[in-house]
């Protein structure tokens, strides 16, 4: 049995298990038959295998039961399940919602339990999870979908704890078919490194892990130095051969990371200073056409960016852009103002020529109070601090925001949204 199983994943997989000898399969999909499942479902009955589409909500325990009732009841034996249903609606945190969250959490969490719940004493040769490379690579605007993921992950090791099949794969993209294809969804992906499977090296691979006793596998084709390129946290890492070997420091990449340079930056800052805001325009649109999926040559520098679609997942790609490249820091929120790049250069540029002792900065002891809460001994004092805080100093600290409590993060944002209104909020995220 299939879930998911009238989507093109579903059926690829459904068309790779009859050419490996299955004679039954059942597609579970919540909207029934669809013209795009016609051909597929014809090539598997050409094959002479028994294609059965059980329409129901695997989010429901009552149409799992369905399903399953009717394979026992006219079916041969149920010997394995591949779950593959699953939503996406991404957006970034601030913007979802708590029924989007829901509804791409539903198909993944609640299906995966209602299909263990429900199989837990039937003797099945497989129980496979389509999980996702998201919840372990992260990717901006799918926290939806990355903790969905986690849950499958999770849900195959406790079925292996209890001596049941099970095995989730992380899967990279597939060229082709599915979500992944959609050009909004693989652009980002494309931009780090991350490229797409075929169906052939897809199937192979399942095939490969089905036989093996893993209970989450990661399959996925990554240019590990392109990866790490496109990820300020990881500066100082140097990708090597083999993964599983790899050992890091924290400490050393500590001090790396305080020590990087940005050669973009020092190529601007060399240049003469009638150059430079031409050099730092260069720069944005490179990066803002790349993650647009346009030719750099087609981006007029002087059109908001809101005008041509670009949208805050792509706003956080080009911010970690620019803090790679030129060591400044822009709120994600100032590309979506309506402004144009040749602006948002100029202001950039008066960072770099800023004297780093002019910077606005929060003392040692400043931080050191506020974010490990050594000053102040009671709500009163700490407020009474945060408040004395100017707004530069309190988007300095947001900055160090894992060094800081839940309570000081509040505070901080309140602060800077009484004083500049709810867009300061904003870009403070």
Request: glycine share 10%.
């Amino acid at each position: 049995m299939i879930t998911g199983g009238l989507g093109t994943l579903g059926l690829a997989v459904a068309e790779w298990m009859v050419e490996r000898g299955a004679t039954s399969v059942v597609l579970m999909g919540r909207h029934g038959m669809s013209a795009a499942a016609t051909e597929p479902l014809e090539r598997i009955r050409q094959a002479g295998a028994r294609a059965t589409v059980a329409t129901g909500d695997v989010c429901l325990a009552d149409d799992v039961a369905s399903a399953l009732e009717a394979i026992e009841r006219s079916m041969p034996r149920l010997r394995g399940v591949v779950h593959a249903a699953g939503i996406t609606d991404d957006d970034t945190l601030v913007r979802l919602s708590r029924d989007r969250l829901k509804s791409v959490m539903a198909p993944k969490v609640g299906g995966a339990w209602n299909l263990h719940s429900l199989t837990r004493d039937v003797s099945l040769d497989f129980f496979v999870l389509f999980s996702s490379g998201v919840s372990l690579t992260g990717s901006p605007g799918q926290g939806a979908h990355a903790a969905a993921d986690a849950f499958l992950e999770a849900l195959a090791h406790h079925r292996r704890a209890q001596g049941l099949p099970a095995l989730s794969i992380n899967w990279g993209g597939w060229r082709g078919l599915g979500m992944a294809e959609r050009p909004d969804f693989k652009r980002p992906f494309s931009n780090r490194g991350i490229g797409g499977l075929t169906r052939a090296r897809a199937v192979e691979a399942l095939g490969f892990l089905l036989a093996r006793p893993r209970p989450q596998v990661v399959v996925m084709r990554v240019d590990w130095r392109r990866y790490v390129d496109t990820r300020p946290a990881m500066s100082g890492i140097t990708p090597v051969e083999s993964l599983p070997r790899v050992q890091v420091d924290l400490a050393s990449h500590e001090n790396t990371s305080a020590r990087r340079t940005c050669p973009a930056r020092d190529r601007v800052m060399s240049a003469e200073p009638s150059q430079r805001k031409r050099a730092v325009e260069s720069i944005l649109v490179e990066h803002a056409a790349g993650a647009l999926g346009l030719r750099a040559s087609r981006l007029d520098a002087h059109q908001p960016l809101s005008r041509l679609g670009f949208d805050s997942l792509m706003a956080i790609e080009l911010r970690n852009r620019l803090e790679i490249d030129l060591g400044v820091a822009v709120p994600v929120v100032r590309f979506l103002d309506g402004v144009s790049l040749e602006v948002i250069a100029g202001e950039l540029l008066e960072q770099l020529e800023q004297p780093v002792l002019e910077r606005p900065d929060v003392s040692a002891s400043t931080l050191f109070a506020v974010s490990n809460g050594a000053a102040p001994h009671n709500g009163e004092d700490e407020d009474r601090q945060i408040r004395g805080i100017d707004p530069e100093q309190a988007r300095e600290l947001l900055t160090k925001i894992g060094e800081l409590s839940g309570t000081t993060v509040d505070a901080l944002l309140d602060q800077l949204m009484e004083t500049d209104g709810e867009r300061h909020r904003w870009a403070a995220r």
